[in-house]
T-cell receptor
């Protein structure tokens, strides 16, 4: 049983388009939600994160939205570039003094020139 | 600044062998994690250390997987005996203590068991 669910599993967009990835979770005690980006042969790297007290966080072309009532979050990438082609993971952290993350299964993004 | 360093990057083992994967966390980090990554299961937590103390040892992985942290700058993951189903990428990660802090990952060790 996946505690963090992501969709879609894979996605192809054209260069310059907007990418939208979504994620939902079960545990209402989760309060920290990072998105990680992973290129082939590399480990995941933090892209952007949001705390449950916020509903939006923006960093350049990347924006994450959080809906506490629906237990959903999303990642929007505007002006998508071929260099954004990677696998994206949403994750959630349990409350308390721990950095342990629960990950979704990931979305593989391909940006076509 | 050195990130998380994992060695070896690739490992091929025969079924039944013992293998040891190594990890050096970011200097000063208190928390260390071992994850297993596969296409089907995604990233699964194997072990979690805080200040060298084992905080969590993933239940499904207890019998043949053993992680140790002998000092604050070095950790090992031993798989004994290996099975073909253990073929995966093993990721080590570290962070400062506390929720909401960035977790840094190494590049991983790709293990193939034949």
């Amino acid at each position: 049983q996946q505690q963090v669910r992501q969709s879609p599993q894979s996605l192809t967009v054209w260069e310059g388009g907007t990418t939208v990835l979504t994620c939902s979770y079960e545990d209402s005690t989760f309060n920290y939600f990072p998105w990680y980006q992973q290129f082939p042969g590399e480990g995941p790297a933090l892209l952007i994160s949001i705390l449950s007290v916020s509903d939006k966080k923006e960093d350049g072309r990347f924006t994450t939205f959080f809906n506490k009532r629906e237990k959903k979050l999303s990642l929007h990438i505007i002006d998508s570039q071929p260099g954004d082609s990677a696998t994206y993971f949403c994750a959630a952290s349990e409350t308390g003094n721990t950095g342990k993350l629960i990950f979704g299964l990931g979305t593989t993004l391909q940006v076509q020139p | 600044d050195a990130g998380v360093t994992q060695t070896p990057r690739h490992e091929v083992a025969e079924k039944g062998q013992t293998i040891i994967l190594k990890c050096e966390p970011v200097s000063g980090h208190n928390d260390l994690f071992w994850y297993r990554q596969t296409k089907i299961q995604g990233l699964e937590l194997l072990s979690y250390f805080r200040s060298k103390s084992l905080m969590e040892d993933g239940g499904a992985f207890k019998d043949r997987f053993k992680a140790e942290m002998l000092n604050s700058s070095f950790s090992t993951l031993k798989i004994q005996p290996t099975e073909p189903k253990d073929s995966a990428v093993y990721l080590c990660a570290s962070s400062f203590q506390g929720a909401g802090t960035e977790v840094f990952f190494g590049k991983g060790t790709r293990l193939t068991v034949v």
